[in-house]
């Protein structure tokens, strides 16, 4: 299903005027007022496309650079100087970013222009559209949208203004992180009535009633780090609800990986809420673009995924993380590319031909000018062998063969542009069934005649042949996290849930408590004078 952006087409003229700001407190103004539009009902929904728009703008970049490459999930070092980009990626992997550093900055742009766009169209919704259970809907979607959009902003910074009155050009202070959650959980809520009760191809890319109830256990999961009080029976309860709506299923072992193929969408049984991308939509608005094949790609195996564009592959994962998956029997292992490298006929290698110094720029020989021919092997260790203070492993082939690649979303071979079709889940079912076992194991209450053992015993039948398991401990339910949803986002959520986030993978070893949440960029302190530096970063 990719054609939800057909029905935002009209408003999408106006998307180029919403980028220009930065700051929650800056209300985004665009041609589309009350006075002129909407007028009818279909107008009505394209009013909502925007959101969507916006929504899509940066969410497989900003979004996921921050939540990944600060983890042992994945590590973009530069080779041969590619990549370094102003120490972005660097910074993130050693955890020292600073309020000055792009993706932590892109991450509050994003947001910020995420939640003003909702406040305009929640604004000429309520002006225009006449009452009823459609502008009721309507209504509680955008809400829904700008409460997702203040949850990755509290989760990602912590203590962030609340900026809700479209047209309000006052500063805000920072509200407490305490009182954004009750802000988020209210508005949840409240909307939860309002919202569609249907999944599949009738609200595919929008918030229906179960996106608002797993959003709310994730919360309820993560309020002890966000309130200081544990909220595991409530997380439950969440989870209850969209587990007796009857909507999901946890996908089989033979579709595991499909949810994840170019041409995903509604029929994925795990869905809750997804963020549906179209190479057709990718030149109109803010970036919008899904690029997973570009960076994970190895450049050697363009032939193999039959791709037309030579992709760049900088990004790899660390074998910290890749210990995890550990079980032979398990498809989750086919995300992966490791080792030595075969066309997808499993027999013809995958060769590469250059010189000798080519292969390794280190080589000492006189003839390095020489052909060299190489069947290509992907190794699981990240070393800096070219200069250490740029984070550069080198500039050769041993150098662009270092770690084990990602390819969960499958590349897309239709692609033109390196943009991707693949959708990409924020909620998915299986992320319900592991949340609802981490919350009994964390001391809530058992519903439904469920156990911990019971839940991810239901999981793991459905991803490997090997046995059921006996036993789980919080410990073994955070490595089957690891592997359940790498690449997808979450993994700088559970490590901070679980005590992780200070601990030593690869070049980093900063134990930085306070770095949990990011800084508050430069660009929105000069524009909301009314803001303050996070606790224990410099304030200029």
Same mark, same amino acid.
């Given at each position: 299903m990719k054609k939800i952006f057909k029905y935002f087409s009209l408003p999408i003229v106006c998307v180029g005027l919403l980028w220009s700001c930065d700051n929650l407190d800056v209300p985004i103004t665009t041609q589309l007022t009350p006075d002129v539009f909407p007028q009818n009902s279909t107008q009505y929904i394209q009013a909502a496309g925007p959101v969507y728009v916006a929504f899509r703008g940066d969410y497989s970049f900003s979004w996921w650079f921050t939540q990944s490459l600060s983890t042992d999930e994945a590590i973009m070092p530069a080779r041969g100087g590619n990549w370094f980009d102003n120490q972005n990626y660097m910074k993130l992997h050693y955890h020292s970013w600073n309020k000055d550093h792009g993706w932590t900055n892109g991450? *509050?742009? *994003?947001?910020?222009?995420?939640?003003?766009?909702?406040?305009? #169209? %929640?604004? %000429?919704?309520?002006?225009?559209?006449?009452?009823?259970? +459609? &502008?009721?809907?309507? %209504?509680?979607?955008? &809400?829904?949208?700008?409460a997702i959009s203040y949850f990755m902003m509290m989760d990602s910074y912590g203590d962030v203004p609340l900026d809700t009155v479209y047209g309000d050009f006052t500063s805000h202070a920072k509200s407490d992180r305490k009182v954004v959650f009750q802000f988020v959980e209210s508005e949840l809520k409240k909307a939860l009535p309002n919202l569609s009760a249907a999944s599949g191809v009738t609200t595919y890319g929008r918030p229906n009633k179960q996106t608002a109830n797993a959003l709310l256990a994730k919360m309820y999961l993560n309020a002890e780090v966000y309130t200081g009080t544990q909220r595991n029976n409530d997380c439950i309860a969440a989870c209850d609800e969209v587990i007796k709506s009857g909507l999901y299923a946890i996908e089989g072992r033979s579709t595991y990986l499909?949810?994840?193929?170019?041409?995903?969408?509604? /029929?994925?049984?795990?869905?809750?809420?997804?963020?549906?991308?179209?190479?057709?939509?990718? #030149?109109?608005?803010?970036?919008?673009?899904?690029?997973? #094949?570009?960076?994970?790609?190895?450049?050697?195996?363009?032939?193999?995924?039959?791709?037309?564009?030579?992709?760049?592959?900088?990004?790899?994962?660390?074998?910290?993380?890749? #210990?995890n998956f550990n079980d032979a029997n398990d498809i989750r292992n086919k995300q992966w590319l490791t080792g030595l490298q075969y066309m997808n006929d499993g027999v013809t290698p995958v060769t590469v031909t250059t010189t000798k110094k080519g292969y390794d720029q280190f080589y000492t020989?006189?003839? !390095? !000018?020489?052909?060299?021919?190489? /069947?290509?092997?992907?190794?699981?260790? %990240?070393?800096?062998?070219?200069?250490?203070?740029?984070? +550069?492993?080198?500039?050769?082939?041993?150098?662009?063969?270092?770690?084990?690649?990602?390819?969960?979303?499958?590349?897309?071979?239709?692609?033109?542009?390196?943009? /991707?079709?693949? +959708?990409?889940p924020f909620l998915r079912y299986s992320d319900v069934i592991l949340m609802k076992a981490e919350a009994i194991l964390r001391g809530g209450a058992a519903t439904l005649g469920d156990t911990p053992l019971s839940l991810v015993n239901s999981l793991r039948s459905n991803r490997t042949t090997s046995a059921a398991w006996t036993s789980v401990t919080l410990d073994d339910l955070y490595k089957e996290r690891s592997r359940e949803f790498a690449w997808e986002g979450w993994h700088r959520n559970d490590m901070i849930r679980f005590g992780k986030f200070e601990g030593t993978w690869g070049f980093k070893t900063n134990a930085e408590a306070y770095r949990r949440v990011f800084p508050i960029p430069t660009d929105a302190l000069t524009l909301n004078p009314a803001l303050v530096q996070n606790p224990a970063y410099p304030a200029n």
């Open positions: 991450l *509050w742009g *994003w947001l910020s222009r995420v939640i003003g766009t909702s406040n305009q #169209a %929640i604004s %000429i919704l309520d002006k225009t559209m006449p009452a009823g259970t +459609d &502008k009721n809907m309507a %209504i509680a979607e955008m &809400k829904t949208m700008r499909q949810m994840f193929y170019p041409n995903n969408g509604p /029929q994925m049984k795990e869905f809750i809420f997804a963020v549906p991308y179209d190479p057709a939509s990718s #030149a109109v608005g803010y970036n919008g673009q899904m690029y997973h #094949a570009r960076y994970d790609v190895p450049r050697s195996m363009r032939v193999k995924f039959g791709l037309p564009y030579t992709p760049s592959a900088p990004r790899s994962t660390l074998p910290e993380f890749y #210990a020989g006189s003839d !390095g !000018g020489a052909s060299y021919t190489y /069947q290509v092997n992907l190794t699981p260790n %990240i070393a800096y062998r070219q200069d250490p203070t740029l984070y +550069d492993c080198g500039n050769d082939e041993i150098a662009w063969n270092m770690g084990y690649r990602n390819i969960k979303f499958y590349p897309d071979a239709t692609s033109t542009s390196r943009n /991707q079709n693949n +959708d990409v």
